[in-house]
Nanobody
Framework: QIQLAESGGGLVRTGDSLTLSCVGS????????MGWFRQAPGKEREFVAG????????TYADSNKGRFTISRDDGKKTLYLQMDRLNTGDTAVYYC?????????????????WGQGTQVTVAP
């Protein structure tokens, strides 16, 4: 079991950058494949990016490929999401999640642990 806590959200303008962080509560963080999801008002929670344990292979949703970068620092038990060239369509609550699977999955059901989320609002 692991607890996750996101931070770094806020109000930015179109074209700005923002970096989200997600800290895990235990050293077992390194044994989880991690993902970022987001949920906009009135919409389903959707996959944003994921990174595997051990070899750090990354996967991105097509909507943000080339703008977002996911990374992890297992020594700090921290997952990051660097978001560049933000637009109003990126406005959502962003969640980090941990999966016991080896490969990155894009479906919510494959993730066992979730943080509480951090709000990102992109103004025009």
């Amino acid at each position: 079991q692991i607890q996750l806590a996101e931070s770094g959200g806020g109000l930015v303008r179109t074209g700005d950058s923002l970096t989200l962080s997600c800290v895990g509560s235990r050293d077992t963080f390194q044994y989880f494949t991690m993902g970022w999801f987001r949920q906009a008002p009135g919409k389903e929670r959707e996959f944003v990016a994921g990174i595997t344990k051990r070899d750090g292979r990354t996967t991105y949703a097509d909507s943000n490929k080339g703008r977002f970068t996911i990374s992890r620092d297992d020594g700090k038990k921290t997952l990051y999401l660097q978001m560049d060239r933000l637009n109003t369509g990126d406005t959502a609550v962003y969640y980090c999640a941990a999966s016991l699977l080896v490969d990155v999955k894009m479906t919510r059901a494959q993730y066992s642990y979730w943080g509480q989320g951090t709000q990102v609002t992109v103004a025009p």
